[in-house]
């Protein structure tokens, strides 16, 4: 089975820290996604990749940005953590888009920003 | 218009009887769609994925598309307190999946 790997699970930053969620995948896969999910507002694409040093913005990308210098690993950044990116922010991989694939997620990481 | 809409829950079912769970989609080119099933505090995990008209069968769940209707729904037949989540439609279009907002199903014992 693809497993996608989340660096945390919780996290708790201070306002205007930059932060770094890291995601790691093991199968090889070309797209790698980054969503937040709040309730009521499902999930929103903040960025995606379809290829190493490759970035497409989301939905959502302000106050964000990414970074894929290897396959295997899709970072993203807050630039400078607000309280409005309090948020679960989860991580997928796939092996092709437009595909019959679909996504697999990682567990998630739930930041806090305080 | 929304890209992915689902109907609104929460649903509450009682143990034994059938969920129905729908999902609407504007983009017309769509060629592949999925269920996703997300409990409390997890992250979303593939339960069915379907590419073609009529119905998709995996164990207790039956997958159904319309594509000319644009409307995919869901059947949890014999629904169980496991099944207690929120179930979100996805729909892939232009490189990426498209998320509905999910819809939250409480089964009653």
């Known amino acids: 089975d693809v497993k996608v790997t989340q660096s945390s699970r919780y996290l708790v930053k201070r306002t205007g820290e930059k932060v770094f969620l890291e995601c790691v995948q093991d199968?090889?896969?070309?797209?790698m996604f980054w969503y937040r999910q709040d309730p009521g507002l499902g999930l929103r694409l903040i960025y995606f990749s379809y290829d190493v040093k490759m970035k497409e913005k989301g939905d959502i990308p302000e106050g964000y940005s990414v970074s894929r210098e290897k396959k295997e690993r899709f970072s993203l950044i807050l630039e400078s953590a607000s309280t409005n990116q309090t948020s679960m922010y989860l991580c997928?991989?796939?092996?092709?888009?437009?595909?019959?694939?679909?996504?697999?997620f990682g567990s998630g990481t739930r930041l806090t920003v305080v | 218009q929304k890209e992915v809409e689902q109907n609104s829950g929460p649903l509450s079912v009682p143990e034994g009887a059938i969920a129905s769970l729908n999902c609407t989609y504007s983009d017309r080119v769509s060629q592949s769609f999925f269920w996703y099933r997300q409990y409390s505090g997890k992250s979303p995990e593939l339960i069915m994925s379907?590419?073609?008209?009529g119905d998709k069968e995996d164990g207790r769940f039956t997958a159904q598309l319309n594509k000319a209707s644009q409307y995919v729904s869901l059947l949890i037949r014999d629904s169980q307190p496991s099944d207690s989540a929120t179930y979100l439609c996805?729909?892939?279009?232009?490189?990426?999946?498209?998320f509905g907002a999910g819809t939250t199903v409480t089964v009653r014992a």
């Open positions: 996805a729909v892939v279009g232009d490189y990426k999946l498209s």
């Open positions: 199968m090889d896969h070309e797209n």
């Open positions: 997928a991989s796939s092996l092709s888009i437009p595909s019959g694939y679909g996504y697999t």
């Open positions: 379907i590419y073609s008209n």
